[in-house]
């Protein structure tokens, strides 16, 4: 029944004499191009173990409702199994033919267990099994990105309980503005990424919807017991229209525009390493472990890690425009533009994973240098604010004393001296309100541990919020040189 025209046709009988399984209403067969470039079996058979949980959760709902027999339920649940095990094992072998993994695996349930494999498709079509599939991957998936967010949010916890009293300058247009501490600094990382735990669990509860059911656009005629299925597989709740049910991909969307926030935030964050790094700043280093060196430039130890990390964002902002540009004109229901949304959400959550397997140990290993963010925060006159504050103690209106310190400062720049050095008698030439007390009152050290309402950088507050953003425990985590192998 083979017809071939050279190698243009591939025609609809596949290499074991089988027929394709949508072959019924076809005289000729399709041409090999068509065959190829229509296929989607390399990116989403790594939906194989969630393509299997729901064919037995649907075949067991078939057969208690009396839909197929309680025989073919339980070969169809077997023969799945091996499959599975199979593929765990390396020993399948995917037919590109097959199309997609859901026709790969019914095919070979059908090789291997014959008539049952064939009644397994009842009441279902692959529209409603690859939504949902992908809701099963995606929830797991979730699962692990959340588990990494959260380690990272604990090492910067730690970290900022070591660096609670560490000045350094803290910055607006990259101009030395007011000193904080490095914790309070890290501890801003973490307020983000626990609000990218958030967007994920929030996005996670959208998707917690089953769509099985729904069929190819218009349910089904069998008496299916929907609520059975999405309760074997773990939902809280099932879809409430089918042509919603198989062409809706907002939690695709939602959770590739989440991933794209936390890779703008590691991104960030990046940046600021690259920059510390520099000798302009030498604020930290990075551990050799998780450094490059140059090809010429002998003296070069370069944050790779951290300028990838800042590159790949684009590529996870590229796949939230992907997704919306798919679904942006799509009619309903299922329209096969809707298969390029695996390889765009896959490739988000894959690059979000990697990014963080290699920032966080990157981020727990880094030595900070608080001598040199010491040196850059008393250089600036960073305690300006603070200098006009004390004039304001001593019943100064605020403007007033902003303008004096203006002046101090002027006076400095002139002089080339600091707020720190500059004599009393200068001081008070400027305004006689000043004493002695000045100097301890623009001490970078009383700077940040004044600043003591909620949010601010003294030393306590930071301490406080790391143990309440992680539930830090500083006995928690292993010794670090024996998490990260060391090559
Ligand atoms: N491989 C397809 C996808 O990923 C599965 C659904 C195909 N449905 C269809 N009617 N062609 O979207």
Request: include cysteine; aromatic fraction near 8%.
């Amino acid at each position: 029944m083979a017809h071939c025209f050279g190698r243009l046709f591939w025609y609809l009988e596949k290499g074991d004499g089988s027929m394709a399984l949508w072959g019924g209403r076809f005289e000729a067969g399709v041409a090999e191009v068509t065959q190829e470039f229509g296929a989607s079996l390399p990116v989403d058979k790594h939906l194989y173990k969630q393509d299997i949980a729901g064919s037995k959760a649907h075949a067991k709902m078939l057969a208690a409702q009396g839909i197929i027999s309680a025989e073919d339920e339980q070969a169809i649940a077997k023969g799945l199994t091996g499959i599975e095990q199979d593929i765990d094992a390396g020993n399948f072998t995917f037919d590109i033919n097959d199309e997609d993994i859901h026709m790969s695996i019914e095919s070979e349930l059908t090789r291997r267990i014959g008539e049952a494999g064939k009644r397994l498709h009842t009441a279902r079509s692959r529209n409603d099994q690859v939504a949902l599939d992908l809701r099963l991957y995606l929830r797991d998936a979730c699962d692990a990105l959340s588990a990494q967010v959260k380690e990272l949010v604990l090492v910067l916890c730690q970290k900022a309980q070591e660096h609670a009293g560490t000045v350094m300058p803290g910055y607006t247009h990259l101009q030395r503005a007011q000193p904080i501490t490095f914790g309070h600094h890290l501890m801003a990382y973490a307020e983000m990424f626990q609000r990218d735990l958030g967007r994920i669990a929030d996005a996670k509860t959208r998707m917690d919807v089953c769509p099985l059911g729904s069929g190819a656009l218009a349910g089904t005629t069998y008496p299916i017991d929907r609520a059975q299925s999405a309760s074997l597989l773990g939902f809280s709740a099932v879809s409430q229209n089918s042509l919603d049910g198989v062409s809706d991909r907002d939690y695709c969307i939602e959770l590739a525009s989440a991933l794209a926030i936390l890779m703008m935030h590691l991104s960030r964050f990046s940046e600021e390493i690259v920059m510390w790094c520099s000798w302009e700043f030498k604020f930290i280093e990075l551990d050799d472990a998780f450094s490059t060196g140059s090809s010429i430039m002998p003296q070069k130890k370069n944050p790779d890690i951290a300028e990838l990390v800042r590159g790949k964002a684009g590529r996870v902002f590229g796949d939230v425009m992907t997704l919306l540009a798919v679904m942006k004109s799509l009619p309903l229901a299922y329209n096969k533009d809707m298969q390029e949304d695996k390889d765009a959400i896959f490739d988000a959550f894959d690059t979000v994973k990697l990014c963080l397997t290699a920032f966080i140990p990157m981020v727990d290993t880094m030595t900070v240098l608080p001598q040199n963010m010491r040196k850059a925060a008393a250089g600036g006159f960073i305690n300006a604010t603070d200098c006009a504050d004390f004039l304001v103690g001593k019943g100064l209106p605020f403007r007033d004393a902003y303008k004096a310190t203006g002046e101090l400062v002027a006076r400095c720049i002139r002089e080339g001296l600091t707020l720190e050095t500059l004599p009393l008698e200068a001081y008070r030439e400027v305004c006689e309100l000043f004493d002695e007390g000045v100097y301890e009152a623009i001490s970078l050290e009383k700077c940040v541990s004044d600043r003591t309402p909620l949010g601010g950088p003294a030393p306590e507050k930071c301490t406080r919020a790391g143990r309440a953003r992680a539930g830090f425990d500083a006995e928690r985590r292993i010794k670090k040189e024996t998490i990260y192998d060391k090559k």
